[in-house]
């Protein structure tokens, strides 16, 4: 007699309220990743009347800081259960929708620091000149940080199908 089941068991595919748990807890994170920094950033002229040389390592660490926070929470938000949805069960759709739906909906938060960040690399040089690139290359890190390794840190918090109950 044959069975009807398929040999190998397919992962469940995400419902509307796990998707929208992933997406809200990711998002969230992210969002708080990049609006810290750029109230940060925003901030630290006031904060020290120093140049702009200067004041980079305190821009550096304050991203490390951020960094370390974020995938600690992301860590925990990954593994905490919702008394509604239960669970977030790592596989390839919800992995997939950690990266993509988080990025197309925080992404655009990175922005306002991004305008800072310009602004800081024309201070102190030559009308329409940018001599503080570093700037720029810290917002494309902070971005490539809250784009690829928050939500990589989530997707590999994510309990497995084999972890049992919650």
């Known amino acids: 007699m044959v069975d009807h089941l398929p040999l190998t068991p397919e992962p469940p595919k995400p419902r509307l309220p796990t998707?929208?748990?992933?997406?809200?807890?990711?998002?969230?994170?992210?969002?708080?990743?990049w609006g810290g920094l750029t109230?940060?950033?925003?901030?630290?002229?006031?904060?020290?009347?120093?140049?702009?040389?200067?004041?980079?390592?305190?821009?550096y660490a304050a991203v490390a800081v951020a960094t370390l926070v974020a995938t600690?929470?992301?860590?925990?938000?990954?593994r905490a259960s919702d008394l509604r949805v239960g669970r977030l069960v790592r596989s390839i759709p919800t992995v997939g929708v950690a990266f993509v739906a988080a990025t197309v909906v925080a992404s655009p938060a990175s922005i306002?620091?991004?305008?800072?960040?310009?602004?800081?690399?024309?201070?102190?040089?030559?009308?329409?000149t940018s001599c503080h690139a570093e700037t720029?290359?810290?917002?494309?890190?902070?971005?490539?940080?809250?784009?690829l390794l928050i939500p990589a840190v989530f997707a590999a918090a994510m309990r497995g199908e084999e972890a049992g109950p919650p």
């Open 112 to 128: 306002p620091l991004l305008l800072i960040e310009l602004q800081r690399s024309l201070e102190g040089c030559a009308p329409q």
């Open 19 to 33: 998707l929208t748990l992933l997406i809200g807890r990711i998002t969230t994170i992210k969002l708080a990743y």
């Open 136 to 147: 720029i290359g810290m917002w494309v890190t902070v971005v490539a940080l809250g784009t």
């Open 39 to 59: 109230l940060f950033e925003a901030g630290l002229p006031h904060l020290s009347a120093r140049p702009i040389a200067e004041r980079l390592p305190l821009s």
């Open 72 to 78: 600690l929470w992301a860590v925990w938000a990954a």
